[in-house]
């Protein structure tokens, strides 16, 4: 990865810019190279391996991410996604919003060609078994064609990033029958179960309910981004309290302590294993070059993780992989004459991002 350039906005986390830095600093350790857009003067001295980029304009907490990413130019999200565009730099990883990172995405790196709708993916922390979930976030209301690019965008990054062979995709569904779940949901189905039905990407095992994302037997979990997002923040929320449950009762007395020290190597290596700054955050997924959105809360772990995970997926050549699978299942979009250019978001693409 000596050889990959990853461009880093720093403003928005909720740790600050120097905590970012420090994330940078040890991925560049790792050979990672890093641009990293934030306000100097909050950052301070980095190593080789790391260039720092003065832009300490931030517009991680502006209600109209779409507005703002138009509209300030010299906002540290821009600019480093003007940096991806422009070729200075492979992927983008943002620590601000998501709302901001897929608008600077939309408006300067563009989507892919054929690509009706980014979209966001992440690998869920599943013990022994990480599940990959998408859309998180990206896109509130979705049509089925956009469901089947998400399958395929899913599975290409399952294969190259995780190392699965043709993954198990499943459909986010309140049931298991081809005929249960809304309109859209039934219509993805059938143009799943058609377009792979002989396809060398992934298996499509249809409909699936919220507690098979956990389960084991899936690869890969398709959805839009408010039902991914309300699934994700669930799964987080249950896991801290788990483990804070855990941790409780092996403090509530000394048999238990006693029994908490034997447990603790094991226990520990369940906590690292379910902590959501391991995977590095979400691959945002459909532009022209890759992105990655880390959780604006990780430490400077979560962002290292995040600038290695990026790295990996320029490495794997994943936007490149992703946009040839959907091809090959004839599941890129056709232009006809009139319709929005790529360089332009759809209606509400971007401005109905959450911007948290």
Known sequence: ?????????????????????????????????VLLFGPADQIGEVPDGVTVVDAPVSIAKDPDPARAARSTKDASIVRAARAVADGEADALVSGGSTGAALAAGLFNIKRGRGIYRPALAIPVPVPGHPVTLLDVGANAEVRPEHLVQFAFMGAVLASAVLGVDKPRVGLLSNGTEATRGTDTVIAAYTALAERSYDSSVLTFVGNVEGGDITSGELDVVVTDGFTGNVA???????????????????LSSPRAKAGGLLLKPALGGLRDELD??????????????????????FTRYGFSQAILLAARGVSADLVGTTHAALDAAGALKRSPAGETSPASPAS???SSVSAS
């Open 232 to 250: 994700l923040k669930l799964m987080e929320g249950v896991s801290k309290v788990l483990l804070g449950a855990v941790k409780d009762a092996a």
């Open 1 to 33: 990865m000596a050889d990959v350039t990853i461009a880093v906005d720093a403003n928005g986390a909720d740790l600050g810019p120097a905590e970012v830095a420090a994330g940078a600093a040890i991925a560049a350790a790792r050979g990672v190279k």
């Open 348 to 350: 509400g693409e971007a």
């Open 276 to 297: 959501p700054e391991g995977p590095g955050g979400a691959y945002l997924l459909g532009l022209r070059r890759l992105g990655v959105v880390p959780h604006g809360r």
